[in-house]
């Protein structure tokens, strides 16, 4: 079937019917949420398990089911492998996989992949293990991509049920309070696992810093958590941060980040009580730097900024240009640190900030955002899932939810990486779609998305370089040659769901090259 | 039928099959929690309402219909008023109300009760309408009593179903982030309004202090919130410190306070990482004060102390006698700005510190606590609920899962209020059973259960006054009048669950006296 975007997409995968995506706000959730099997801790039982073994044992871990973990170590992060491996030796199979996101740390998986005991994989998979699986025919199911507040809803609805949450807690008390912003080795919020750990069969947090009750803030909350195993280390802080987290320093980029916060200046949505999202990625990170400056400049006080916290956005709260920070993830150690110590930096969980099964997130309440893309085309959807390659490489973090929300949602990228062209006619996956971006910023130009004239007339007003994206596009093809492009064959690799748990694109097996 | 106290229960009242008390660990709950329907607000929609009554035609709220409120403004309340008085204009009535709990402030409910806008109550009555109920033919139902916890467990089980939250909140966002120790007329905590806020079936937030947008802590969350009432006062802050909130003056309560503190430092849980629960009520406070200051002269630094938040805990906090603070409610404006400005007291709800049906909660941490009691028995039951007079005038707040988590449960009694004894053969109503009771001290000497032979060992080698509690009682009684008595009907006015859900004892209508 055709969903809303023309993407092909099967009626039916294994024992899920597929809903097609229907636009951004085009459906109505009905039915109830899940709901957690009751239990009841009574008094003197304790929680606390010599190892990861014994909590498999305990929580009655078998083969065929799914267990999930966060991903606030990112590339530092060893809990995943640790569990699996253990699976792997205890003679477990068949599993399927739920993390929020994997890194090239988990390449180890690609070997439990082969041997069976990684079954499904239905999370991020950032870097070799989606290389991997985009070689097609490894896991026993389409794996299937959510953004934060996707996957978030997912546990809510019951789509994914849960059989063992293990959540990687760099501190946490013998009850099983745990939290992620202290600790020997802090990495950020661990409220990612917050619904696992809610609507999980069985809940483990795994620390290497066991502290004497109560550990607070409650992330994760005594109540939910069935048993604590003490481990000697979890994961290495200093893996955290990645290379796409320093700001720019090409020019060709600087320039796209400087034109953003000049197209946010003309918008005229900076005012006082001005919201924005500064994303990760070299060009994000600038183009929050720059729009922080022209607050400076024009005496502005914003109401509040949502990150992933990093050192920039700390500093712009530092400043008093915003109000509060919210923050879900940390991608440094400042954010971190600023986390822990300053009241108005403040932590969010993604079904606050991003699900769309709720009463509202925290997005919808944004002015501005800007994000990046590994593709856009001529109607302005983008692609951060994918190269043109059709290799699945990246996750799709919040990227769907900001762009979603934000009043004005700005792409930023180049219109040449290497000698790859970034504006296509088609993308290669679709993540978020044209009808929620506003405009493409690019060192060619600005491209305003047709829906939003009254933004194009503000941008010509300003004196910006406004211009068709077509335009910019056929700038950028003239210095390179058309790029071979893959040749996908029928099986499906993965899911791209929307946040509402509607299908905007599948990822399909590449079988030749045109 | 019986229950395990030998207390005769109904088996059934109206649709309800009653499940009989089986001791204060007797059960393990099967099933699933409940599940709230599913609903998404999408971008764009607004919540903000101009009054009471445009929220109640908003919900949906009808005849018959369950709503809910909070106790935090306790004796300075005016939301339940209001919205009681708003449905009776609009012509609905048969309401079941589902407060935390009620206060004299509440009394013009009586004139509710007898014109059937009010049906039915389940939820505390502390004075006037707990004595008009008393009386017996009032509502159509028993009144249900729960503990903090049992009420927080009986929504999560689906044992309640709330239609309508309505939820006072000192500060809120246009979005429904509202928070109670911030704003005009903070009240502290309104977090037992969290379990309410995100079971029923709609909620409101009413606010006289509407602030841009983030509000935080999130102690209710704009995920959970559909609607946002902006009014001029919610309530009077001045009135949330009652009487019974200061330090006794009575020679012989502060000799029971005296008493207390000496049995805390014979028992052996006084020592580094010490936790205890400082309760309200005279006798409380000055124990509170006095076991403090034990610990001061010990050098003693304490793990945790839970309130009712009270200046005498933030007074501990501030000295350095415990580590952290964990308060679900406040007791006095000093509690409620300690709780905004020491990161370390640290706000929990009643499922955190008090659900039965959870992986544990922190009362269970618990080294020592204070209680009171308005009469106690030969078998160490406790009765918080009734007078003598057979008179329902008192809610049970924590004192279930206090006395069932701590190690050293002690209820400090007077042995006479006036002519009346409090120490008696059979309580009125048990509100709580002897079975988690280590010892009633009192001016006449203390009383250990028979069961902790541990603690009545220890506090004779500490040359503490140990007494039979039938040698106190009858102590007592030779310096008064046998009081008359009353003769109970048949009616229930009231059902006491214990905090499983369980029904510990009823209330029944007084039809004469012996």
Redesign the interface.
Known sequence: MKNALDRDIPEQIGDRTLRPFQGA?G???????????????????T?VLKSIEAAIEATGLESGMTISFHHSFRNGDYLVNTVVDACARMGINDLRLFPTALFPVHAPLIEHIKSGVVARIEGSMNGPVGAFVSQGGKLKAPAVLRSHGGRWRAVE?GDVHINVAFVAAPQADP??NATGIKGRTPCGPIAFSAVDAQYADK?VVVTNDLQ???V???EI??????YVVVVDEIGDPGSIASGTLKITRSPTRLKIARLAAAAVKASGYLKD?F?FQGGAGGISLATTKFVGEEMEKAGIVG??AMGGGTRLLVDILHRGLV??L?DGQAFDLDAIASLRDD?TH?L?DP??YA????????T??LDAAFLGATEVDLDFNVNVNTHSDGQLLHGIGGHQEVA??AKLTLITVPTLRGRLPVIVDRVTTVTTPGEVIDAIVTERGIAVNPRRQDLNDRFVRAGLPVRPLADIKAEADRLTRPPRKPVFGDEVIALIEWR?GTIIDTVRKVVGWK
Chains 1, 2 share one sequence.
């Open positions: 706000f459906t109505t959730p009905t039915g109830r949420k899940a709901a957690r099997p009751q239990k009841t801790v009574k008094l003197g039982e929680k609805a009850y099983g809940t004497p009750y109560p607070y803030p409650f909350q005594q109540g939910w958590t069935d009580g919201s109401s509040f109000h509060v919210l009241e403040v969010i079904g606050h699900n769309y099964d709720s009463r509202g997130c925290s919808y309440m979603a929300g509402d």
